[in-house]
């Protein structure tokens, strides 16, 4: 049976109220309850809404039709965007193909769903619409600076000896590395010994 994600009811929060805010929904006869996570920006034109879907039925599970317009922002301007991605769970669609798959939700297993929108500047949204409810005043959380990596000092090891095919030769090491495996990887200068 396909069922298309809307909401029975609009929900409106304030601003306050936005962020892990927990509210009780139908996707078209089926209920659920979702709790609202946030948004956040990945990158100055980039924000990802989260929310963690379960379905609160007497049925076990049920089978939901999930597409690329079940949510959408409203900047401050009025500006509509749809999300360029939507993840719910393993299953995730490429929205720049308008297409559509089937989601199993079980009663009582949070699912999260993330949507992904592009050309989104603002820090806070007007509105986030998942089918016919949405959230106001949403804050969008400024990216996070990713923890610099120390670098990694290169090994040095010294010189040493070797016989290849009867000849003495000298090898020298340089920028030597640790692997995974314990092994090393290194730049090698072979000298054939006088």
Request: glycine content about 6%.
């Amino acid at each position: 049976m396909r069922k298309l994600i809307a909401m029975a009811a609009a929900i409106v929060l304030g601003a306050n109220g936005a962020s892990a805010q927990t509210w009780d929904f139908s996707i078209v006869n089926d209920d659920f309850s979702g709790t609202f996570k946030g948004c956040k920006r990945l990158d100055p034109t980039t924000v990802s809404c989260s929310i963690n879907l379960s379905y609160a039925e007497r049925y076990d599970y049920t089978k939901s039709q999930v597409s690329y317009q079940i949510a959408r922002l409203v900047s401050p301007t009025g500006k509509e965007i749809y999300p360029v991605r939507t993840t719910v769970g393993d299953l995730q669609l490429d929205n720049s193909q308008r297409t559509w798959n089937y989601f199993s939700f079980y009663r009582g297993v949070p699912v999260l769903a993330t949507f992904v929108f592009k050309g989104y500047t603002d820090n806070s949204v007007a509105r986030f619409y998942i089918g016919t409810g949405y959230l106001s005043d949403v804050p969008v959380q400024p990216a996070t600076a990713e923890s610099p990596v120390p670098p990694v000092t290169p090994m040095k090891f010294p010189s040493t000896q070797a016989v290849i095919g009867g000849k003495a030769f000298t090898v020298s090491f340089a920028n030597c590395k640790a692997t995974v495996s314990g092994a090393y990887t290194c730049s090698s200068t072979v000298t054939p010994s006088r």
